[in-house]
């Protein structure tokens, strides 16, 4: 059964037919393509990963202790925290540093801290956690799919996405966590029904997992239950990470960011040597001041923009233009 188009392809295939490129797509999941230039040279591409950073730039903004490493090399402020191993790899390579290590951190820094797994994106397995149980917890959920994992310390502030193409600045917004907001006579569960069918209105493809345990313990911490009414304009917030992959919400903020906040951008895309980005901060400050207080959160070598396409027209047609401009650069 052939699978529907994911937005990258579908995209790359509609621009690449009025530029007169050659794409073809693997026809059962039509998530990986190769394009064909003018002159017969190929490119390909896997989802959002594109034939334009190196590999190994790419691999280390994939690893995010090894690109916080860099980073603070370079003398850019990322989060305070450090790598640990789940009990399996510890084993396997003789280190001491698995989950009780990860514990007396978590314990010297002071709880909350965020749990989350070295290699994984779109905010998979992140995890906020109070106390020792928690954190076990955490651990055991990812460690049969990952080795590594990060102890953070809990940063508050503007969480915002930047992304960058060739020294351009293609888009920036602010990312809010997954929450709903009451009217007064649906329970969160069908607010939360209601919210999947709003992404499916305006084809956003994320899929929301109601039944994550990670809604469970946000919900208890804030002394409610899934059967719980908000009043009317109660804002009922569901994780604890901002990721639009996990049902987050964004504002767009790409026409009013700073000029230092962009020089700020390029200047960490040029260092990462990665042509294309998405560069996630949290700040004190809001993106139309110049940066006073800030942290990098992360990286990514292959930033999706599904999510942010769906929130309006001119969203839409900032992702059709990236897109555009990938295909210029690979004839470069």
Known sequence: MKKQRTLVTATIERLAKKMGIEVHVEPMWGYVGQIVLPDGRKRYFRNTNLD??????????????????????????????????????????????????????????????????????????????????????AIKAFEHNERVFLVQRVVTGHDYRIVVLDGVVISAYERLPLSVTGDGRMTVAQLLRKKQLSFIRVGRDTILKPHDDRITAELQRQGVTRRTVPNRGEKIVLLPNANLSTGGDAIDVTTAIHPTWAALAKKIAHDMNLRYIGIDVMSRDELDHSPASYVIIEINAAPGLDNYATMGKRQKQIVEDLYARVLKALLL
């Open 52 to 137: 334009l950073n190196g590999l190994g730039a790419s691999e280390i903004a994939r690893d995010k202790a090894y690109a916080d490493h860099f980073l603070r090399r370079m003398g850019y402020p990322i989060i305070s925290g450090e790598v640990f191993y789940t009990p399996r790899w510890c084993k396997s390579i003789g280190s001491r540093r698995g989950p009780d290590a990860a514990y007396r951190y978590a314990k010297r820094i002071g709880f909350p801290v965020i749990v989350k797994p070295n290699s994984k994106s779109q905010g998979s397995g992140v995890r906020k956690v109070y106390n020792k149980r928690e954190l076990l917890r």
